[in-house]
């Protein structure tokens, strides 16, 4: 496994990233205890979570979130030290008008929250999960700051934010003496490439580090849904998850065909091409893997280490 400095900082990070958006809400403890060995004992260093995931994000119900850290909390033990932890604070966590965004307040009562269920003394990458522009950034950074320095939060990171948003965020840290976002937390993958245009750019002239999700594209490009096929079970589409079937469009299907028919010529995995196809792009840092079943891992792994030919990026590109 190849490890990379996680923007300008010191912090590496393996170069596949656990995703634990399904503990807790499609697997249970029992699985995930078999998803995190296999990431562990793969060499991956690096594991992402966020103080929503759980089944709440589903039902609603509030105090079914937080069960992908509770999870983890349960899981790790004496391992916690081997790895960098990165979870989130932004998203709705009660009914109240100040249980969600980046304010002082749910900032720092969440983190507490999450150190709890985590069962850690503090958090590697703390990251914003999506911009607040309810919120003054200089109130966010602030509180993010004080976390920092009381030892509780050791990195800061942002999920989601425009290329204008980490800017500005960088502005007014070295404006008033602050932590600054070392990372920012995009989607990417070979149907959803928006990042290309102004995020990417950015990153690589401000040296901020790039930690990818979805990039199977929610499971699309790695076969697992067909035009005309019946759901598989036990899928995310079939459990109906909402971004997923946002991206099941007509045009996408056609893709992934496409997409299909050229990783049958190559004789190689659909997931490990999809997957490769990301890494191999030089601002990317790390992929972030949600597995729900361990074999997933192996490919993800061995896409970490898979270089597509200048000819093979073309077709995948002109997909």
């Not at 923007?7 to 958006?21: A, D, E, F, P, Y």
């Not at 840092?285 to 073309?314: H, K, N, Y």
Request: aromatic share 6%; net charge neutral.
């Amino acid at each position: 496994m190849e490890y990379r400095n996680l923007g300008h900082s010191g912090l590496k990070v393996s170069r596949i990233c656990l995703g634990t958006m399904a503990f807790g809400r499609w697997i249970d403890e029992a699985v995930s205890a078999r998803v995190l060995d296999t990431a562990l004992d793969s060499g991956i260093n690096f594991v992402d979570t966020a103080n929503f995931y759980g089944k709440g994000q589903d039902t609603g119900n509030h105090a079914e979130k937080g069960m992908s850290e509770q999870i983890l909390g349960n899981l790790l033990g004496a391992r916690r030290e081997r790895i960098v932890l990165a979870t989130k604070v932004r998203h709705p966590m009660g009914a109240g008008p100040n249980e969600s965004g980046l304010s002082r307040g749910h900032i720092i009562s969440q983190v507490e929250g999450s150190l709890r269920r985590l069962k850690t003394d503090y958090i590697d990458l703390y990251q914003c999960h999506a911009f607040d522009p309810e919120t003054p950034l200089e109130e966010t950074l602030r509180a993010l700051d004080d976390l920092v320095r009381q030892g509780k939060v050791r990195y800061i990171g942002c999920s989601n934010f425009a290329a204008w948003q980490i800017a500005k965020a960088h502005g007014i840290s070295e404006r008033m003496g602050l932590a600054r976002f070392i990372s920012v937390q995009p989607p990417y993958n070979l149907l959803v490439r928006k990042i290309e245009l102004e995020l990417i750019p950015f990153c690589r002239s401000e040296g901020v580090g790039m930690m990818v999700y979805s990039p199977l594209a929610r499971g699309l490009l790695a076969g697992r849904y067909r035009a005309g096929e019946a759901l598989p079970e036990n899928s995310r589409g079939a459990a109906g998850e909402r971004l997923l079937h946002a991206l099941m469009t007509e045009q996408n299907l056609e893709r992934v065909e496409q997409f299909r028919c050229l990783c049958a010529e190559w004789e190689l995995p659909m997931a490990r091409v999809a997957q490769a196809w990301v890494l191999q792009n030089p601002a990317v840092t790390t992929a972030i893997l949600g597995a729900s079943r361990p074999e997933q891992i192996a490919d993800a792994v061995a896409a970490a280490s898979l270089t597509l030919t200048e000819a093979q990026m073309t077709a995948l590109s002109a997909i």
